[in-house]
């Protein structure tokens, strides 16, 4: 995954949108809930560009393989929330769903952090495949402090025990804090590691005082006291030394010891987090790196003021991971790299890395439950609200899925993008193959014409009928890292002469691969040869060997959904120090990861060395190389061997005549019920990409309520998960809460949504330039800038709509007349762009079919809900209804001015209502206040009342009529 570059110090410019004028509700607030490769799981983020969405949850997450389109199928939450910034919008929340007891967060062990029984685990900053192929790093860096004495003090009834212990330094130039490490070199080799619990400042002079983590090591005999910090857990003794030792020690070196984290991804550095400190009551301990769950709290909690600096620090840019789940009192560097290095680092811990990919995402079933609390989807309108409510502020238990928005009451939009996926099903594919590495041959001393020859052996395309690659391309480099190659040829030919450079003698390297159409296959084994060539030099030091890596047993007929492993093998070399494996899922090794040596076992069979390489299963090809290094040289890479299954058991996306709806059902059942329960929530639904007319009249009729034996035939109920029922007649209002579009936009991919690497499609491509995505992204954000623009009573139709290039299905004007008359927007394409040509919610009642009257209403009810708390304790007599009417008879007139409401004045706009004929003795004495309020949306067919009431202590309730 692409992880975010550190910010360098500098000056930046960012453009910042102006803020919206608070003089009316915001109505411009979205909200969208679906699959995502990362970001915390059921807790709602607010983000307000597309840039911070990517930041917090990555790129489009890879699903399953769509053998229709011929390509796998992606998240559609990330173009959604793209779609909604491209037309408009400025704000809206994000909550990412999946099975979260499924999910796995991966682990990374920390190299050079110690103890490791149990081991320095730092966590996933949340679970997904988004991490597996992410490696740790650890780079030790030290304080140099100035001793000027040091002391032990004894235990009382034990005065040789040494129970604390107070070093006096010279005050550095850097901070030292209560949990900074010590590391204490003696000239006898004796290592002290401390934690400091006290700091105390006297005329330039620190008192550092350690009792509660001390830690003496030794140091094998004859080591130099200059070599003792670079010693490993393994050389090292632990020793109880007495006071009276202690008193007699010579003191050599002391340093505050802090550590950089590094995250890796291949080869590459990706990230670091600098100045880390080992002891968790540090204010900069790695431990205290938080997680997605803990740095984005549930809104209201918290905000980025009340973060401490370090997790403000991870969390702009994100930094990839947290501390450990429950960390000991003190971590300690042993052995801890002082440089960054990619050899030194560490792979996810344990097998979860293995699983499929959509186990470890949480989402390898499809069903309404990864979308639904699964308390709440069952409830009714009625009663929703209320037990909401009881969850999260009585039970102190956390929402989840669209649910976990009840506590937002910004969001005035809400849709459920991933609700449309057709879902998947495991199946086996078959794949194809790879280009193979070209073998290079030992390169020829020149010949009489100073020419000397580079000859490889031909390669085949993978697929009938199996003719020759057209093209090899030949790079030459000065060191066998091939750091800084030139292309030496580009063509059809299996060999090239090259002349002798006239600056030798030198050593040259080359190597060489095949391409095929714009595919690069792997690399050949490096030859090198010296230039011109020398008879004898007897300074010249002859290079690492070369390795060759052949594929000596892939194990075929291994389970599928088991580890595989492959088996390679090269010859032995004397003289070799080690010998690096590395593996890559791109032949030019850009995703390169050296082999963890407990991921591979020595054997010798028949007198050849192997070595067996644990991978996962795969849907692409798995490359490896291996080089010799003696006394710290790189050799040069050996071919490239590239190891793929003929099959692969992967997901695959149900065929549309097998689609099952009842989970789109469900979903959109629970959002119609939540947004009426809500009752200031508009739901902008979508279909299916492969539904025409009929899919989507039916569908239609399925979410309208009727009576039993009206009742369209109902898909069977989902296996498993929440049971969510029919909307009954008594619901029939939620309708008018829900907007339904169609169809699909075909829109160009943005950089940042390509799939992550490791996720590609079984052919290994890439994802085309244009997406086919549902038009409640575009929609929802075209809502919102009307919303800022000109209110949210104007009906949001026929204005073009951003990004757009094409549709599908494609519909003709039959299909334009009936979705109309069914109550489905569609989206149509104009001569000023692509429009949506009508503005209707689904609710049977003609006067709250148009959309800018249900957000009117949403729209007076925000307005209610924050003036009228002010009068919750007021005197229910003559004077407050007076101040009601006159507080509310401005903010209708305003609403009038606006256009908002119609009629040729005020008096026909709207009417208030608070005298006796609504409030009469009898329910004064009860405590109850009643404000009628009547008003005329724009067309309207008659007056729409909307009723404030008040229940003595307990608050205002609005009732519509």
């Given at each position: 995954m692409e992880i975010a570059p550190p910010i360098l110090p500098g000056i930046t410019f960012t453009v910042a949108a102006p803020p919206p004028s608070e003089v009316l509700p915001r109505m411009d607030i979205a909200a969208f809930v679906g699959m995502a490769a990362c970001g915390p799981l059921h807790r709602p983020v607010v983000v307000e560009d597309a840039a911070a969405f990517r930041a917090i949850f990555g790129p489009d997450l890879a699903l399953a393989w769509d053998p229709e389109r011929n390509e796998t199928t992606t998240g559609l939450l990330g173009p959604a929330v793209e779609a909604f910034f491209r037309n408009g919008g400025r704000r809206c929340w994000v909550v990412r769903v999946a099975d979260a007891t499924a999910a796995v967060t991966h682990r990374f062990a920390v190299p050079g952090l110690y103890p490791q029984d149990p081991p320095a685990l730092a966590r996933a900053r949340c679970p997904g495949t988004w991490a597996a192929g992410l490696r740790t790093g650890a780079v030790l860096h030290g304080l140099g402090l100035r001793p000027l004495a040091f002391t032990a003090a004894g235990r009382p009834g034990a005065p040789d025990a040494v129970d604390c212990l107070v070093v006096q330094v010279q005050e550095p130039p850097g901070a030292v804090l209560v949990g900074d490490l010590l590391r204490l070199v003696f000239e006898d080799g004796t290592l002290l590691l401390a934690a400091i619990d006290a700091v105390a400042r006297t005329e330039g002079r620190l008192h550092l005082s350690a009792a509660s983590q001390v830690f003496w090591l030794q140091a094998p005999p004859g080591t130099a006291p200059e070599a003792v910090s670079d010693l490993g857990p393994d050389t090292l003794t632990t020793i109880h030394p007495t006071r009276t030792e202690v008193e007699a020690l010579t003191l050599r070196t002391a340093e505050r010891l802090r550590f950089d984290l590094l995250v890796w991804d291949g080869q590459a550095l990706q990230t670091r987090l600098a100045d880390l400190a080992f002891d968790p009551r540090h204010p900069r301990a790695w431990t205290r790196l938080p997680d997605d769950l803990a740095l984005y709290p549930w809104p209201g909690r918290r905000t980025d003021d009340a973060?401490?600096?370090?997790?403000?620090?991870?969390?702009?840019?994100?930094?990839?991971?947290?501390?450990?789940?429950?960390?000991?009192?003190?971590?300690?560097?042993?052995?801890?790299?002082?440089?960054?290095?990619?050899?030194?680092?560490?792979?996810?811990?344990?097998?979860?890395?293995?699983?499929?990919?959509?186990?470890?995402?949480?989402?390898?079933?499809?069903?309404?439950?990864?979308?639904?609390?699964?308390?709440?989807?069952?409830?009714?309108?009625?009663?929703?609200?209320?037990?909401?409510?009881?969850?999260?502020?009585?039970?102190?238990?956390?929402?989840?899925?669209?649910?976990?928005?009840?506590?937002?009451?910004?969001?005035?939009?809400?849709?459920?993008?991933?609700?449309?996926?057709?879902?998947?099903?495991?199946?086996?594919?078959?794949?194809?193959?790879?280009?193979?590495?070209?073998?290079?041959?030992?390169?020829?001393?020149?010949?009489?014409?100073?020419?000397?020859?580079?000859?490889?052996?031909?390669?085949?395309?993978?697929?009938?009928?199996?003719?020759?690659?057209?093209?090899?391309?030949?790079?030459?480099?000065?060191?066998?890292?091939?750091?800084?190659?030139?292309?030496?040829?580009?063509?059809?030919?299996?060999?090239?002469?090259?002349?002798?450079?006239?600056?030798?003698?030198?050593?040259?390297?080359?190597?060489?691969?095949?391409?095929?159409?714009?595919?690069p296959g792997p690399w050949s084994n490096t030859e090198s040869t010296v230039v011109p060539p020398r008879a004898f030099d007897p300074c010249r030091r002859a290079p690492a060997p070369l390795p060759l890596v052949r594929l000596a047993d892939a194990q075929p007929?291994?389970?599928?959904?088991?580890?595989?492993?492959?088996?390679?093998?090269?010859?032995?070399?004397?003289?070799?120090?080690?010998?690096?494996?590395?593996?890559?899922?791109?032949?030019?090794?850009?995703?390169?990861?050296?082999?963890?040596?407990?991921?591979?076992?020595?054997?010798?069979?028949?007198?050849?060395p192997l070595v067996s390489v644990r991978a996962a299963p795969s849907t692409v090809a798995v490359y490896y190389r291996v080089r010799a290094e003696q006394d710290g040289r790189p050799g040069p890479w050996s071919n490239t061997v590239a190891v793929y299954e003929a099959t692969a058991r992967v997901q695959r996306v149900e065929h549309p005549t097998a689609y099952r709806n009842r989970p789109l059902l469900d979903v959109q059942r629970a959002l119609l019920r939540f947004c009426a329960a809500r009752g200031d929530v508009l739901a902008v639904l979508a279909l299916p990409a492969h539904y025409r007319r009929e899919d989507a009249l039916a569908h239609r009729g399925l979410l309208t309520p009727a009576a039993e034996d009206d009742r369209v035939a109902e898909p069977p109920p989902a296996e498993s998960g929440p049971r969510v029922l029919p909307l009954s007649p008594d619901e029939a209002r939620a309708l008018s809460y829900g907007a339904l579009y169609h169809p699909w936009l075909y829109t160009r991919r943005a950089a940042s949504g390509e799939a992550a690497p490791g996720q590609a499609t079984p052919q290994g491509e890439t994802p085309p330039a244009f997406r086919l995505v549902p038009p409640d992204g575009a929609v929802t954000g075209m809502m919102a800038a009307q919303a800022l623009q000109q209110g949210a009573w104007v009906a949001p139709a026929h204005r073009v709509l951003q990004g757009p290039t094409a549709l599908a299905p494609a519909l003709d004007r039959d299909d334009w007349a009936a979705a109309y008359r069914a109550g489905i927007n569609l989206v149509r394409q104009e001569p000023p762009g692509f429009l949506t040509m009508s503005a209707l919610t689904l609710s049977p009642e003609a006067d709250l079919q148009p959309i800018n009257v249900r957000r009117l209403l949403i729209l007076l009810r925000r307005l209610v809900l924050r003036e009228g708390p002010t009068y919750v304790f007021e005197t229910n007599a003559p004077a407050t209804r007076r101040r009601l009417y006159y507080l509310f008879d401005a903010l209708l007139a305003d609403l009038y001015r606006r256009g908002a409401l119609a009629g040729a004045s005020p008096a026909e706009a709207y009417r208030i209502v608070t005298d006796e004929t609504i409030n009469p003795p009898p329910s004064v004495d009860q405590g109850r206040l009643l404000v009628e309020l009547r008003v005329a949306p724009s067309r309207p067919l008659a007056f729409l009342t909307v009723r404030l009431v008040q229940h003595g202590p307990e608050g205002f309730n609005l009732e519509e009529s």
């Open positions: 973060l401490d600096p370090l997790a403000r620090e991870a969390a702009r840019p994100r930094f990839p991971l947290a501390g450990p789940a429950s960390p000991p009192p003190c971590y300690l560097p042993l052995g801890m790299a002082t440089r960054p290095d990619p050899d030194r680092t560490e792979a996810a811990f344990g097998p979860a890395r293995f699983l499929p990919p959509l186990q470890q995402n949480g989402l390898a079933r499809f069903d309404a439950a990864l979308f639904l609390d699964p308390d709440l989807a069952p409830l009714g309108t009625r009663t929703l609200a209320t037990a909401a409510f009881d969850r999260l502020y009585v039970q102190e238990r956390p929402l989840s899925g669209l649910h976990s928005l009840f506590p937002v009451d910004e969001v005035t939009l809400l849709a459920v993008p991933d609700a449309v996926q057709r879902g998947w099903d495991p199946a086996e594919v078959v794949l194809p193959g790879v280009l193979d590495a070209p073998t290079l041959a030992p390169i020829p001393p020149p010949d009489a014409r100073g020419v000397y020859t580079l000859t490889w052996s031909p390669v085949f395309a993978p697929e009938p009928p199996h003719a020759p690659v057209p093209t090899y391309r030949v790079e030459e480099a000065a060191e066998p890292t091939f750091a800084e190659p030139t292309v030496r040829y580009e063509g059809a030919d299996t060999q090239v002469g090259l002349p002798v450079p006239l600056d030798g003698p030198r050593t040259l390297f080359y190597r060489v691969r095949a391409e095929q159409d714009g595919r007929g291994s389970p599928p959904a088991a580890e595989v492993r492959h088996r390679l093998a090269w010859p032995d070399v004397p003289g070799v120090d080690r010998f690096v494996l590395q593996q890559a899922r791109d032949p030019g090794f850009l995703t390169g990861i050296p082999v963890d040596p407990d991921r591979f076992e020595r054997l010798v069979v028949d007198g050849t």
